[in-house]
């Protein structure tokens, strides 16, 4: 059963060390892991893609919650959700065979980032098969593909959510607050 894991972690060197880690005692493979700013200051929001049982899954939430500066754990996979992923392909491309690519970008609905004389850079978003079936027909062309970047799944649930996410993060705020009000009280002569 594959689970799609939402942390939101503190912005803080060693989280994702202390994440890695827990999956390697575990010995699950992460299958896709992007990690990047959310719409809090000082919190980054975590997706984590592997594969595992449903007993597993409940274990890696668990755990996962338990780390240190980790502030909320969520497993979206059976809940209604967006998934999209971002591919950088850089392929060769000469004077005669340039147009091809250009229609097949364009049936894909891609678009050409980067060209030079040597080659093209293509960026395209969206579901992994769609990924997958650009790649596909790019190495039907024998030695076309010369790189490809790939950022991984990035994932969030449809509609409004209120979890326990926003609670953590309002919680979390009230923490580093009171924080700043000791440490300033400490600093202050009476």
Request: glycine share 6%; net charge negative.
């Amino acid at each position: 059963m594959l689970h799609t894991f939402v942390a939101y972690v503190e912005d803080l060197p060693g989280v994702l060390t202390r994440v890695a880690s827990l999956f390697r005692r575990l010995n699950i493979n992460i299958n896709s892991l992007t990690v990047g700013r959310s719409e809090r200051a000082g919190l980054s929001r975590l997706t984590l893609v592997c594969e595992a049982s449903s007993e597993a899954g409940h274990r890696i939430r668990a755990s996962l919650f338990k780390l240190e500066n980790v502030v909320d754990v969520d497993d979206i996979a059976q809940a209604p959700s967006v998934t999209r992923e971002l591919a950088l392909i850089k392929v060769a491309a000469s004077p005669s065979n340039r147009s091809g690519i250009f229609d097949l970008v364009e049936v894909f609905r891609a678009r050409i980032v980067d060209l030079t004389s040597e080659s093209l850079m293509i960026e395209m978003t969206g579901v992994e098969s769609k990924i997958e079936g650009l790649i596909e027909v790019l190495r039907e062309d024998e030695g076309r593909i010369l790189e490809i970047c790939r950022s991984g799944k990035m994932t969030m649930r449809r509609g409004q959510h209120t979890s326990g996410v926003l609670r953590a993060m309002d919680a979390l705020e009230a923490e580093h607050a009171d924080e700043l009000a000791e440490d300033k009280a400490a600093v202050e002569p009476e």
